[in-house]
Each structure stands twice: as structure tokens, then as C-alpha cells.
């Protein structure tokens, strides 16, 4: 796979809040002694300009660690602020605990793009053992008063993404979980876990490594801002193992141009022992793959044109080399095959 330097991220995310109500077992935030703070509005005021003015089709994450939505009706202003400055493609994840009627109109309202649910559980007690201080029927009711909300207003925005990450305690839900979505309408999403870059122990799961180590994905089109403002290596990298710079005083395409630039190039020079140390213990590079799955193939439609917008495409490819993913429609089409 041919890999090339892009101008600006393709994706930025950025951490609104590192605090959270939940303390779910495989999260790195979880064991992270960094502190868990908010960011400062006109910090990320000043992210949200650069990006609407340099780059308005980077996809923009308001999350990194933590649970954005306990910043309440503050974040929908944050995200109509980014949305108003020119960035076209806003994509927020949630724990949906906090998904009450009040939550959720201004949610739709805001210019959120595309909503992922993470639910890594189909029953109370594999989810509560899992995401520990989460709710089961808060999130599932949430989700579903947000599905009725948006099926009463006709809305087809935001595209909904209940999200999977699959361990040995929750593997054997992933079957009934596909199905009980899919048949509400919603994309679900399934992918490995990751390991936070050894932060959280792999059990059985842990990616074993071997000599076929390939150019981490995660480098190539993800830059991940902290609330103090501090550009690191990647969006697994919680603790801040790998500080490239800060946005406080420099601007995201100076840091992606320079320090990550390089760290890139390592990359695409398959020169991993040359790589800081956080990426050369990492095995998260073999993990930053999905199994996407449609309840038809319009919204399959729906979403990969909203994932491909923007993104930099290889010659005699059809998708990014840093979008990999495999699509599934229900009558089993594999709609994309992963690459490379
Ligand atoms: S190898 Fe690991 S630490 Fe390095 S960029 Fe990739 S995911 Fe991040």
C-alpha cells in the first residue's frame, strides 16, 4: 500500500473533557494518571477555526477520553461553533447515558454528522460488568428515544452507529446484538479492542506480533489534541506518551507538518525500530479495523459517502488507504474489502 503525506489531518480529535462517568475495564482513561480535565472554550474555538478554514472536510471527533456529553447544553454550543466556522463533517461518540429528550433535540439540532453509541454489550449484566457505573437501560432507552425522535421530525441526520468492541467477556453477544439493531434501522459497528497502546492488558485477545508489521493507520490520518491543548502521537495514545507539540501557541498544521510529519515517514519507511518508544511497543497499529453492517444497502450508500468525503484516495483505489473497514448489507455483499 502506497501511502502519502496529506496537508492537514484527516481527522482531528479533540478532547472536549477527559472526564467521565463511567470507568469501563478496557478504556485506557481508566488507569490514566493524566488529569481529568475540560478544555478551555476559546482553545477549542481556536482548533475548530483552523480546521473550518484549512481544512473543512477533516472529520472533527469533539472526544477523545471521556464522556462529552457531561459537558451538557455547553457542548451542542461547541459543536454549532464548529459547524458555523466551516468544519463539514462532525462526528461524536458518547457512552448515551446522558440521552434524555433535552439532550437529544439539542444533539439532532447541532449539526452532528454522524453519533456512535458504544455498547460493547447486548445484556445488563455483560454491559454493567464491562462499563462499569453505566446504565443498560439508559443507554438502550436513550438510543431508542433517539431512533423515535428523529423517525417523528424525519430526520436522516445524524447517521446512528451502535458500536461494538469485542473481548472474550462480551464475544458471545455480538450475534444478537447485530441482529436486535439492524432490525431497528442503524448501522453497527464491530471492532477488536484496543489496547491503548499497552495501557490495558490484552488477555487472550492481545494482538500477537510477528515480522508482518505494517504502517500504523492511526498515524497517517489522525491527529489527537488533549484538553491542555498538547498535539500526541495518536488517538490511542491517552497518557500523552508522545508529545508533538501544543496548540496553545502553535497552530494543527504546523504540528502535523512538522514533528508528526516525521513520525509519518518513519511509518511509511517501515523504520519502526527508529519510531518513539510508544509506537514501537504498540500493537494497535494491527487493530484499527471495523466490520461495518447496513440494515440495507441505501444506508450503506448513506454513510460511505459521508466517510469518503474529503478523504485522499490512491491511484487505482476506490477507497483511503487510511478508511479501512469491511461493509456488510444483509444479503451478506461484502460492499468494500479491507486492503493491503
Ligand atoms: S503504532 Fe500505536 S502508538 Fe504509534 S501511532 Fe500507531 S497506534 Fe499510535
Not at 224 to 249: L, P, Q, R
Not at 280 to 307: G, I, M
Amino acid at each position: 500500500m502506497t501511502f502519502v503525506h496529506t496537508p492537514f489531518p484527516q481527522q482531528v480529535v479533540v478532547e472536549v473533557t477527559a472526564a467521565c462517568d463511567q470507568q469501563c475495564v478496557f478504556c485506557g482513561r481508566t488507569y490514566m494518571d493524566r488529569p481529568k480535565k475540560t478544555m478551555r472554550p476559546d482553545l477549542f474555538r481556536r482548533i475548530v477555526e483552523e480546521i473550518g478554514r484549512e481544512s473543512p472536510q477533516t472529520e472533527v471527533w469533539p472526544t477523545f477520553m471521556g464522556e462529552a456529553l457531561l459537558l451538557g447544553d455547553r457542548l451542542f454550543e461547541w459543536i454549532r461553533y464548529a459547524r458555523e466556522r466551516g468544519c463539514s463533517k462532525l462526528t461524536l461518540n458518547s457512552n448515551g447515558n446522558r440521552l434524555t429528550q433535552h439532550t437529544i433535540d439539542l444533539l439532532v439540532d447541532s449539526g452532528i454528522d454522524r453519533f456512535i453509541l458504544s455498547c460493547d454489550g447486548h445484556t445488563k449484566a455483560t454491559y454493567e460488568k464491562i462499563r462499569v457505573g453505566g446504565k443498560f437501560e439508559k443507554l438502550y432507552g436513550g438510543a431508542e428515544l433517539l431512533l423515535e425522535t428523529m423517525r417523528r421530525r424525519g430526520l436522516r441526520r445524524p447517521i446512528v452507529e451502535m458500536q461494538f468492541s469485542v473481548f472474550d467477556e462480551n464475544q458471545h453477544e455480538v450475534e444478537d446484538f447485530k441482529r436486535h439493531w439492524l432490525a431497528r434501522g442503524v448501522v453497527v459497528k464491530v471492532r477488536p479492542k484496543v489496547y491503548w497502546s499497552g495501557t490495558v492488558s490484552g488477555g487472550e485477545h492481545r494482538v500477537r506480533l510477528d515480522a508482518s508489521r505494517t504502517p500504523c493507520l492511526w498515524a497517517m490520518d489522525t491527529c489527537a489534541i488533549h484538553a491542555n491543548g498538547n498535539v500526541v502521537m495518536c488517538a490511542i495514545d491517552c497518557e500523552g506518551k508522545y508529545v508533538a507539540g501544543n496548540v496553545e501557541t502553535q497552530s494543527v498544521q504546523e504540528i502535523w507538518n512538522g514533528p508528526l510529519r516525521w513520525i509519518r515517514e518513519l511509518h511509511m519507511r517501515e523504520r519502526f525500530r527508529d519510531l518513539p518508544e510508544i509506537c514501537r511497543r504498540c500493537t494497535d497499529w494491527a487493530v484499527k479495523k471495523a466490520q461495518a453492517f447496513f440494515p440495507s444497502k441505501e444506508s450503506r450508500s448513506e454513510y460511505e459517502a459521508y466517510v469518503r468525503r474529503g478523504r485522499v484516495l490512491m491511484a487505482g483505489d476506490t477507497v483511503a488507504p487510511q478508511d479501512q473497514a469491511e461493509h456488510f448489507t444483509p444479503d451478506g455483499e461484502v460492499a468494500r474489502s479491507e486492503k493491503g
